[in-house]
Nanobody
Framework: QAQLVESGGGLVQSGGSLRLSCAAS????????MHWYRQAPGKEREWVAA???????NIAASVKGRFTISRDNTKNTTYLQMNSLKPEDTAVYYC???????????WGQGTQVTVSS
């Protein structure tokens, strides 16, 4: 059974850093492109970052230069390093796995990130 579990969220002051992890199980992790999304209260879920099976990355303009996505295929885990956090980064952060070879996709349950001013 496919499962994505996010961790690493919490409360941090403005300007601080957090590293989120998304551990995958029950899937062939190496064939999945991985994404991070976030959803702030009262707002739609927005895409934040992506990393392909080959390691190519793409970052949303709103967080470029502050956030970095990476993956460790030996640990079936993808990471989101978040630096210089701002109060507007406060949201629930979700990871998503998209199968490169089919329409299968999976979401994690989310982890809360709160940035205080």
């Amino acid at each position: 059974q496919a499962q994505l579990v996010e961790s690493g969220g919490g409360l941090v002051q403005s300007g601080g850093s957090l590293r989120l992890s998304c551990a995958a199980s029950g899937i062939g992790f190496g064939r999945y492109n991985m994404h991070w999304y976030r959803q702030a209260p009262g707002k739609e879920r927005e895409w934040v970052a992506a990393i392909t099976t080959g390691g190519s990355t793409n970052i949303a303009a709103s967080v470029k230069g502050r956030f970095t996505i990476s993956r460790d295929n030996t640990k079936n885990t993808t990471y989101l390093q978040m630096n210089s956090l701002k109060p507007e980064d406060t949201a629930v952060y979700y990871c998503k796995a998209d199968d490169k070879y089919s329409s299968n996709s999976y979401w994690g349950q989310g982890t809360q990130v709160t940035v205080s001013s």
